[in-house]
T-cell receptor, first 110, second 115 residues
Framework: EDQVTQSPEALRLQEGESSSLNCSYT??????LFWYRQDPGKGPEFLFT???AGEEKEKERLKATLTKKESFLHITAPKPEDSATYLC???????????FGTGTSLTVIP | DAGITQSPRHKVTETGTPVTLRCHQT?????MYWYRQDPGHGLRLIHY???????DKGEVSDGYSVSRSKTEDFLLTLESATSSQTSVYFC??????????????FGNGTRLTVT
């Protein structure tokens, strides 16, 4: 069965302190790995799609990378407005379902 | 926003009553999904639709039914609400694009409390 595990569950950073979030996955034929940001009381907001090992995507202070077993979301010089829960999801070859991890709650302290 | 409206945004209901949640999209997307989000479990798929009148079950479908009579509307019904169905419910949509690797786009959720 397709499965996603995210770590750490929670992360507190000082403003400007760079770090990475991890998403480990098992899937029968990866059709896409997806990163989302979720703010309290809101739905997840799409950030990136990665399709194949070695691929990288960037948006402002965020960079997502992909290997055959895991993905990293690197946050460079974070700001307080980057505080949110970051979710990872995968879609495999077996159908239209997306499988989500439980997320990493990021807090950036001024 | 991805043109998704969920209603109601909040609902409190009693155990044993039927409840219907509505998802409306203005994107004309083919695929629509219902997820529930609970602490420690993340987002779990309840049902999804791949076209009008075409639906399939997800991993937590027991106690739920869905209907899609128009492209723009996807209804989730709790036939007889139980306290274990207290949750935040999210609707998501996905367009069928070249390569069919398009992401999900989510509404802002319905917070349901069953007392």
């Amino acid at each position: 069965e397709d499965q996603v595990t995210q770590s750490p569950e929670a992360l507190r950073l000082q403003e400007g302190e760079s770090s990475s979030l991890n998403c480990s996955y098992t899937v029968s034929g990866l059709r896409g790995l997806f990163w989302y940001r979720q703010d309290p009381g809101k739905g997840p907001e799409f950030l990136f799609t990665l399709y194949s090992a070695g691929e990288e995507k960037e948006k402002e202070r965020l960079k997502a990378t992909l290997t055959k077993k895991e993905s990293f979301l690197h946050i460079t010089a974070p700001k307080p407005e980057d505080s949110a829960t970051y979710l990872c999801a995968v879609r495999g070859n077996t159908g239209n379902q997306f499988y989500f991890g439980t997320g990493t709650s990021l807090t950036v302290i001024p | 926003d991805a043109g998704i409206t969920q209603s109601p945004r909040h609902k409190v209901t009693e155990t044993g009553t039927p409840v219907t949640l509505r998802c409306h999209q203005t994107e004309n997307h083919r695929y629509m999904y219902w997820y529930r989000q609970d602490p420690g479990h993340g987002l779990r798929l309840i049902h999804y639709s791949y076209g009008v009148k075409d639906t399939d079950k997800g991993e937590v479908s027991d106690g739920y039914s869905v209907s899609r009579s128009k492209t723009e509307d996807f209804l989730l019904t709790l036939e007889s609400a139980t306290s274990s169905q207290t949750s935040v419910y999210f609707c998501a949509i996905r367009g069928a694009q070249t390569g069919d690797n398009s992401p999900l786009h989510f509404g802002n959720g319905t917070r349901l409390t069953v007392t």
